[in-house]
């Protein structure tokens, strides 16, 4: 009995796996020339990162013979462009290309976050690396940036910086602790909207990434002070925080690529390969050589060991601002 069983469950078998290896042989090979590949960017269109991300979309397509799109999906500091890329197919269509902001810095202000920053994604490989920069606009024309913290300092409450992400969030906090000052915090939905209200007097300062707030230098912010050790080679002009003392204050801004958990392993080896292809290209070449900023060019573990590092620092400088679960 058991051999007759055997004998008609060989034919059933043998067509599954014939159906199988056909399914198999059938598929599309990705990419799919006739498939736009999305790039999804949770911030604002118009902001140099968004012309970053643009350069990497403008490289891959012509590598990968695809049409690789920027979908800019902005709100709720970059949870509602990670969320969309959470949910979305993992089959290398879609590709998130964020920040620290979204990766290590909103799961320790969130009280609840709509996804997982480590167990969500696939890390594919780092993008680019910045430094932040503190800025004033109109409503301080003149002095340095100790003289914007010290006029803080004996004004308690009156003085306001703006943020538009959680990291220039914690910038503007983090500078405060060091200098040992108070003002008011002005949180606005885009980039865009924070410069505006700064050139209009509205607002006196940020700490942001260079390449989003350099292109506001001619119509009137004015730079005085990056948060980083040493002075940028692209900006020699610029002092560092640490000339007036305060050393401890040391923000990089960096970017990644990632994709949903799922991507089966062949689909994430052809979009690592073809980042990193792009990073070299002319189109994100010019981006850097513009903006002053560096490659980061961490992959796959070494982006995740990174990133995990990344989060308990930021941890404790969150807890230390006082901004641990705070929205």
Not at 122 to 150: C, H, N, R, W, Y
Not at 252 to 263: E, N, Q
Not at 272 to 283: G, V, W
Request: glycine residues 8%; aromatic residues 10%; hydrophobic residues 45%.
């Amino acid at each position: 009995m058991g051999s007759s069983i055997f004998r008609r469950a060989v034919p059933v078998l043998a067509m599954l796996a014939f159906s199988a290896f056909c399914a198999h042989a059938g598929a599309a090979p990705f990419p799919n020339k006739d498939r736009p590949v999305r790039l999804i960017v949770p911030f604002t269109a118009g902001s140099s990162f968004d012309a970053g991300a643009r350069a990497y979309a403008q490289a891959l397509s012509e590598d990968l013979g695809a049409n690789v799109v920027v979908e800019n999906r902005p709100g709720a500091d970059g949870v509602i462009g990670v969320s969309a890329a959470k949910t979305a197919a993992p089959d290398g269509y879609t590709i998130l290309f964020t920040s620290l902001s979204t990766q290590v810095v909103n799961p320790h202000i969130f009280k609840k976050l709509a996804y997982d920053p480590i167990n969500d994604f696939i890390p594919l490989i780092g993008t680019m690396k910045t430094t932040l920069v503190m800025a004033v606009g109109p409503s301080f024309p003149q002095g340095t940036a100790a003289d914007f913290l010290e006029a803080a300092r004996k004004n308690p409450g009156k003085h306001t910086y703006a943020s538009y992400t959680a990291t220039t969030k914690m910038a503007g906090q983090m500078v405060a602790k060091a200098a040992g000052v108070d003002y008011l915090n002005i949180p606005y939905k885009s980039l865009n909207d924070a410069m505006s209200n700064m050139l209009g007097g509205l607002v006196d300062m940020i700490a942001a990434d260079m390449p989003s707030i350099q292109p506001f230098f001619s119509k009137g912010v004015r730079p005085l002070a990056v948060l980083a050790p040493a002075r940028l080679s692209a900006y020699p002009d610029i002092p560092t925080l640490a000339e007036y003392g305060l050393a401890d204050v040391d923000i990089a801004g960096w970017f990644a690529a990632y994709v949903p958990k799922g991507t089966p392993a062949d689909v994430t080896q052809i979009l690592t390969d073809s980042l990193r292809k792009a990073a070299k290209s002319k189109y994100v070449g010019d981006f850097v050589t513009t903006f002053g900023i560096e490659t980061f060019p961490l992959e796959g573990e070494a982006l995740s060991t990174y990133q995990k590092a990344e989060l308990e620092k930021w941890g404790k400088a969150v807890r230390d601002a006082g901004l641990y679960g705070t929205l």
